[in-house]
């Protein structure tokens, strides 16, 4: 039976509130094999029942079921559309019409009727408490509410309230963007909250990324010195007639119980102060004070439909540890980013104090040192009156663990919760097999993007850092968009990271920028500069064509273009003779073979940096391939081709030696095709020699380590790349598994084997960076691989790696186009292998290292360049076959 299961909106099951028409895309269901989309029909409605069709694309004979763009249909503002498609088959069936979808639109064209207005004046520039605002409006009489919307952001972080009732659920919105250039705005049905009669709205503001203390330099105040709300409630009636109710001077202002808040260090609230009521009809705001406006241009706004911010799951306190020193520490089991939520009974003025952190000392005591200057600190005054419940609202915390420095009574567990918080991404991956450890660490891997991806990919959750280092979210991107639906996340970072860059081409090492201006104090960044750092930079590239590659929507690529060129020519503006190198280089970052009190690895710096060149070069020349701008597309193939020349020069010998003897180089040359072909043999055996000088251990750092199983796995070398993922002694993935970790950490020897620390200058246990060989589970062991000539997986390569001793290994990709699914088991001395292709998609099915195909379940296989091939419609498949000597499996009877 055909149908489809799912309607997609700009990668989104639903969006509120967009400025354009979203890119349309669909899931199919069937039970046949090689099914292929005939033709589709797709409507857009004003109505669910479709009677006010504003859209009808009639029958459109396409196999096009993803990235569809339905032109210029004409959008109303502050309205909701309803979707719906049917589609017809190769096999001559038609699905029913599917499941609707929806979305919300934005302000559009409409002009904003309302203005920036604050309850702070200039003088609360040092100040991080938080501030009401409201205002009291009353509806048209004797007319019926059709549908209300209210589109609002701020300068700071905001909660928006109607008739004392929460609106949404997002949490610290409008998130972090380079906001002087970007800045995000929500909508939200409120139609439910209204009242006939008199009405209140309200909000809550925090200092937040916008005004309050950020960066390791402790600075303040980078986009302004007072928060500020937007916020334009529009009432639609059911006669056609409309109102508006804006932020303006005639709202009012007052104090908020939130007596501070700051993201690094907490909050305090003094639940005595709180004015009971306050964004209620009954409360007298006489008391309040004036507002003022704060001019700010309003062109910078964008409407965010999805991706907000969210409480996504709740974990239980796991245990209660009195520690050798005699603190009492709550462990929840899971290193996270969030809050606690605890219940309380008390006397008016009891306190409870919670700090928050990642890891016990050796001793079993409590360990702050990493967190460096973040306090991590919340405080609840209590009224006293019965039981009462409180987590915090306008900072996080990273933590495994909290110290419960003051709490009235006794300890009871069940009085605490963790919130766990991060932006809302669907699940897309799954990865299981026999070895309990490698699970840990597909887990670990899940955790650090969790705990990172909070509204920006930052480095760590938990210290005075919390930033958006392009290195990082290059490094993980891939990995990133396994395991979740990254496309919309990645999208609204990336605007930022084009809106930072430097009018000469050159990316910041963090995105949003509060590094440029701001580091005065810091050596490094202050002699070397604040941008252009190779494997950092290249984020302007990678990661927006990793994005094209997973989801194969162009407008990515049409969207940051101009950014990706000018990184390009930024490198070749200061290349000397093709041989890239500028300023400050972080290079193979914290690798085990720098120097003794170093961070700095030991592969030359131009190495890197012209393999990076050539790399993010590479991926320009194929970028302007697929936009279509032909005479780009040949200057940057054709000086991708001279850099890669040059590198052969510069860095290999005669005699096919590289000139640098470490594994980041070899694994760098490797990946990126730098190595001549005649040279490849000798330069993997080169890297395996390196490899086993060291124990069969990496000593790789950032920009090594995320490549090092590929390098080995697709040079024939799988053994050696199982060996090295399967390491658990230090250092190694699995030493971290072994130590107990439940996130990843920056850095090898976070613990080191005799249980003390690595400098807590820069020491974070929740660090998603290494977690890249993560990509390495899904690409080879699972074989699940883009075709980027068919982009999004609408053409997938399925080419699993059997080895490591693993008797079995179950992994699911939930791809724009459905479900692609891999499991291979060993048995009997054979690998049984089965995988799921979804509807209107094909794929190629690999099979390297097989002696025997036993069971080739209907499909027609070839021998072909030393591996055995066969081609694919959708449908569930079965094979069985022989592997040779070269694959390492425990055998189940």
Not at 442 to 450: E, P, T
Not at 796 to 811: K, R, T
Not at 851 to 870: D, K
Request: hydrophobic content about 40%; some cysteine.
């Amino acid at each position: 039976m055909l149908s489809v299961s799912q309607i997609m909106l700009d990668g989104e099951v639903s969006l509120s509130g967009v400025d354009r028409l979203p890119i349309i895309g669909w899931k199919i269901d069937s039970d046949r094999r090689d099914v292929v989309q005939h033709s589709w029909h797709l409507q857009c409605s004003l109505t669910a029942d479709f009677s006010s069709l504003v859209f009808d694309s009639g029958e459109v004979t396409s196999a096009q079921s993803n990235n569809i763009e339905l032109g210029d249909a004409a959008l109303l503002s502050s309205t909701r559309y309803h979707l719906r498609v049917r589609i017809t088959d190769n096999h001559g069936e038609r699905s029913e019409w599917s499941p609707l979808a929806g979305f919300v639109t934005g302000m559009l064209g409409a002009l904003w009727q309302a203005e920036f207005i604050s309850a702070e004046t200039p003088a609360d520039s040092e100040k991080s408490h938080a501030t009401l605002l409201r205002k009291t409006f009353g509806l048209k009489q004797h007319k019926a509410i059709a549908a209300a919307w209210v589109h609002a952001t701020a300068l700071g972080i905001y909660q928006l309230f109607l008739n004392g009732e929460r609106v949404g659920n997002d949490e610290l919105t409008p998130g972090w963007t380079s906001y002087r250039h970007h800045l995000l705005y929500q909508t939200y049905d409120v139609t439910a909250l209204l009242n006939q009669g008199e009405n209140v709205i309200g909000a809550e503001l925090g200092a937040g990324w916008f005004k309050g203390d950020m960066g390791f330099s402790r600075h303040r105040n980078y986009y302004g010195e007072q928060t500020a709300l937007l916020c334009q409630l529009v009432i639609q009636y059911d006669d056609g007639s409309r109102q508006v109710v804006g932020s303006d001077r005639s709202w009012r202002g007052g104090d908020s119980a939130r007596e501070f808040a700051e993201i690094y260090d907490g909050e305090r609230f003094d639940a005595r102060k709180v004015q009971a009521g306050w964004s209620q009809t009954d409360f007298n705001d006489a008391s309040w004070r004036a507002v003022s406006v704060v001019n700010w241009d309003k062109n910078t706004l964008v409407a965010q439909g999805a991706g907000t911010v969210r409480q996504m799951e709740r974990l239980a306190a796991k245990v209660l540890i009195i520690t050798p020193q005699g603190d009492k520490v709550l462990d929840f089991g899971q290193n996270m980013s969030g809050w606690v939520e605890f219940r309380v009974r008390g006397n008016a003025g009891d306190k409870v104090v919670l700090r928050h952190f990642e890891t016990l000392d050796a001793n079993g005591n409590v360990y702050l040192d990493n967190l460096r200057t973040a306090r991590q600190t919340t405080e609840y005054v209590l009224t006293g009156e019965g039981e009462e419940t409180w987590h915090p609202r306008f900072s996080w915390q990273g933590f495994r663990y909290v110290k419960v420095e003051e709490f009235p009574g006794g300890l009871d567990l069940n009085q605490f919760t963790a919130i766990v918080i991060h932006s809302d991404m669907a699940s897309t991956g799954h990865f299981a097999c026999s070895n309990p450890d490698l699970n840990q660490l597909h887990h670990n891997i899940l955790w650090g993007l969790k705990s990172n991806f909070v509204d920006v990919p930052t480095d760590c959750p938990q210290r005075d850092e919390r930033l958006g280092w392009t290195g990082d979210a290059q490094i993980f991107c891939r990995t990133a968009s396994y395991l979740m639906q990254t496309q919309t996340f990645f999208a609204k970072w990336l605007v930022d990271l084009k809106a930072d860059q430097t009018p000469e081409g050159g990316v910041p090492h963090v995105i949003p920028d509060i590094l440029t201006g701001h580091c005065d104090q810091d050596k490094f960044l202050a002699e070397g500069g604040t941008h252009s750092a190779t494997g950092w930079a290249d984020a302007a590239v990678v990661n927006p064509w990793t994005m094209y590659l997973m989801y194969g929507d162009t407008r990515v690529l049409e969207n940051q273009y101009a950014s990706m060129k000018g990184w390009v020519d930024f490198m070749q503006a200061h290349a000397d003779n093709d041989i890239w190198r500028y300023k400050l280089q972080f290079g193979d970052w914290v690798a085990l073979d720098a120097q003794e009190g170093s961070y700095f690895g030991a592969t030359p710096e131009d190495l890197i940096c012209t393999a990076w060149y050539a790399h993010s070069t590479q991926l320009l020349a194929k970028t302007a391939k697929v936009l279509e701008r032909t005479d780009d597309h040949l200057y940057y193939d054709a000086l991708h081709a001279r850099i890669v020349e040059r590198f052969h020069q510069r860095f290999f010998t005669a005699d096919g030696d590289m000139t640098a003897r470490t594994q980041t180089a070899h694994i760098l040359a490797l990946c990126f095709n730098l190595v001549p072909d005649v040279w490849r043999e000798r330069t993997a055996n080169r890297l395996v020699e390196l490899l086993h000088e060291h124990g069969g251990h990496l000593v790789t750092g950032f920009l090594g380590t995320p490549y090092f199983c590929h390098a080995l796995s697709q040079n024939q070398h799988p053994k050696e790349a199982w060996a090295l993922l399967l390491k658990d002694d230090f250092p190694s993935w699995l030493y971290q598994v072994k130590a107990g970790a439940t996130t990843i950490w920056e850095h090898w020897d976070g613990i080191k084997p005799d249980g003390s620390m690595w400098s807590p200058d820069m020491n974070s246990f929740n660090h998603y960076a290494y977690g890249a060989v993560g990509e390495w589970l899904y690409r080879t062991v699972a074989g699940i691989e883009a075709d980027e000539t068919a982009p999004g997986f609408k053409h997938v390569v399925i080419s699993p790696l059997p080895g490591g001793g693993l008797s079995w290994m179950d992994a699911r990709y939930q791809s724009i186009y459905g479900d692609i699914a891999v499991n291979w088991q060993a048995h009997k001395g054979r690998v049984v292998l089965t995988f799921r292709v979804p509807a209107n998609t094909t794929a190629t099915v690999k099979l390297p290292a097989v002696r025997e195909i036993i069971t080739s379940g209907s499909l027609n296989f070839a021998h072909v360049n030393g591996e055995w091939a066969a081609h694919c419609g959708s449908g569930e498949y079965r094979v069985e076959y022989l592997p040779d000597e070269s694959v390492d499996l425990t055998y189940t009877d």
